[in-house]
């Protein structure tokens, strides 16, 4: 059971890296480039988009579940090695944790909702950020499964 527990956590892990690799070439650009170009009708048209879907619910079940796994890989796995498993577990609470301590998460909010988009501090926030931050986390969830990839 641990053996596939932890396969299971090295596709979550990788695919993360995935998902925030693919953010940072596509969609945290375009938001970078409406920002820069102050086009307000597209971030409006996300804000329609995300306030009338099931996108923040859907993407923070991925994230929350991705630490689930990592805690659940930990608990039932550390006489393998803990090392990979505490960087794993940690991973998806210092991505929360430099989130908010930047201001970034307060600024996302903003710019998702299309708010506040003329305030020079959020767009600031924002473009100094993103791409920086998402970069980091596409490192450290790909550092995150090669290390994992060491207990199978």
Known sequence: MGTLIIQMQVIYTALMAGMMLMY?????????????HKIPGASQNWALFHNNTRVQIHHTAVLV???????????????????????????????????VVTGFAKAEFFVNGAQRLDDEKT?????????????????????????L????
């Open 65 to 99: 579940g991705h630490a689930i796994v990592s805690i659940v890989s930990l608990a039932t796995n550390y006489t393998r090695g803990p090392a990979p498993l505490v960087v794993a577990a940690a991973v998806p609470f210092l991505m929360l944790t430099t989130h």
């Open 149 to 152: 990839l060491t207990l199978l």
């Open 123 to 147: 767009v600031k926030t924002y473009l100094a950020w993103n791409i920086p931050l998402h970069i980091t986390y596409t490192l450290l969830y790909a550092v995150s499964a090669a290390l």
């Open 24 to 36: 940072t070439i596509t969609l945290g650009r375009y938001f970078d480039y409406i920002l820069k």
